[in-house]
């Protein structure tokens, strides 16, 4: 079974919320700056046919434009929401802990270093020394 990456990691997809969202300020920028002007050369009297006719075309390209944005969002979420559905792979236990024979082992190592520590602490200390000081002479 083929594995896809989650649907949080998906370009396209984040693509597709992007693009709907822009569009959707696009229209909306159209829209209410056509509307706009329409109604303020409309109320001062200053209005002509391009104003008229042709902000009003303008203003129904806006709002297309939000619709399509809505449409990209409705299938954004249908695609996340499909995404749950599809089935995730197992996840493999290599083997199970066996949590009795841990905390044994951690009991016993502490008191097998001291014994080992306690040899010869003085001997161990200057040989360590002498092998440092014929180190730093041969340099």
Not at 60 to 78: D, N, P, R
Not at 80 to 85: D, E, R
Not at 92 to 114: F, G, K, L, Y
């Amino acid at each position: 079974m083929p594995t896809r990456p989650r649907l949080v990691r998906s370009i396209p997809f984040w693509g597709l919320v992007v693009v709907s969202v822009a569009t959707i300020a696009g229209g909306w920028y159209i829209t209410t700056d056509k509307i706009a002007s329409m109604t303020a050369t409309l109320t001062d009297g200053t209005a002509t046919g391009v104003d008229v006719y042709v902000g009003q075309s303008i203003a129904q390209l806006g709002a297309i434009l939000i619709g399509a944005g809505v449409i990209g969002i409705l299938l954004a979420l249908g695609v996340a929401a499909v995404s749950t559905l599809r089935p995730h792979a197992p996840v493999e236990v290599v083997e199970p802990i066996d949590w009795n024979s841990e905390t044994e082992t951690a009991a016993e190592e502490p008191r097998a270093v001291e014994a080992k520590t306690d040899a010869a602490p003085a001997e161990t200390a200057e040989m360590v020394d002498a092998e440092a000081e014929a180190s730093v002479a041969a340099r």
